[in-house]
T-cell receptor, first 114, second 114 residues
Framework: DTGVSQDPRHKITKRGQNVTFRCDPI?????LYWYRQTLGQGPEFLTY????????KSRLLSDRFSAERPKGSFSTLEIQRTEQGDSAMYLC????????????FGSGTRLTVV | GDSVTQMEGPVTLSEEAFLTINCTYT??????LFWYVQYPGEGLQLLLK?????DKGSNKGFEATYRKETTSFHLEKGSVQVSDSAVYFC?????????????FGQGTRLTINP
């Protein structure tokens, strides 16, 4: 297993376009998280899956954002009608569960909205 | 709510110097505490963790002790190397409504000069 994979690594899109990112977690990890990191800041929680169930969404996740994890394996994060303020690094992480375990992060997808 | 405050950066040191990066937290319960490191263009890597008071996390020469009385988790290293140059994030983990979340500090950029 090679860790958490995210695709693409970089995405440049025009304002108003839709984008979709993919995350493949470590295979035995049942918990999957999405975080957003803007320049010079720490990551902020967006949403969380336990298996295929989306258990919580941050208020940062507006109606333009949607995340899925259809079979409890990979996850997608879609942003509709992108805005310049959506430009950030989108990080995916997975864990076995229990807050005593560290989370394993992917390398992230850097989104630039022009 | 729960929060993490980190020493402001950037921090610049010479090789073999002693490093301390301060981190304090505010939490209603007893969170687990983590240090993550982020190298340029990469996602976050878990550096070390501590899950209860007085625990000491250590890895790659870095250490941090969970101090409940001072609500701190300062990162230390006795002799830094150029390869330690990165951004360091302190974080706590807590459970809310069944979701396990990480709350990060703003990060401290460390530069080590040869």
């Amino acid at each position: 297993d090679t860790g958490v994979s995210q695709d693409p690594r970089h995405k440049i899109t025009k304002r108003g376009q839709n984008v979709t990112f993919r995350c493949d977690p470590i295979s035995e990890h049942n918990r999957l998280y999405w975080y957003r990191q803007t320049l010079g800041q720490g990551p902020e929680f967006l949403t969380y899956f336990q298996n295929e169930a989306q258990l919580e969404k941050s208020r940062l996740l507006s109606d333009r954002f949607s995340a899925e994890r259809p079979k409890g394996s990979f996850s997608t994060l879609e942003i509709q009608r992108t805005e310049q303020g959506d430009s950030a690094m989108y990080l995916c992480a997975s864990s076995l569960g229990g807050d005593r375990y560290g989370y394993t992060f992917g390398s992230g997808t850097r989104l630039t909205v022009v | 709510g729960d929060s993490v405050t980190q020493m402001e950066g950037p921090v610049t040191l010479s090789e073999e110097a002693f490093l301390t990066i301060n981190c304090t937290y505010t939490a209603t319960g007893y969170p687990s505490l983590f240090w993550y490191v982020q190298y340029p263009g990469e996602g976050l890597q878990l550096l070390l963790k501590a899950t209860k008071a007085d625990d000491k996390g250590s890895n790659k020469g870095f250490e941090a002790t969970y101090r409940k009385e001072t609500t701190s988790f300062h990162l230390e290293k006795g002799s830094v190397q150029v390869s330690d140059s990165a951004v360091y994030f302190c974080a706590l983990s807590f459970i809310l409504q069944g979701a396990q979340k990480l709350v990060f500090g703003q990060g401290t950029r460390l530069t080590i000069n040869p």
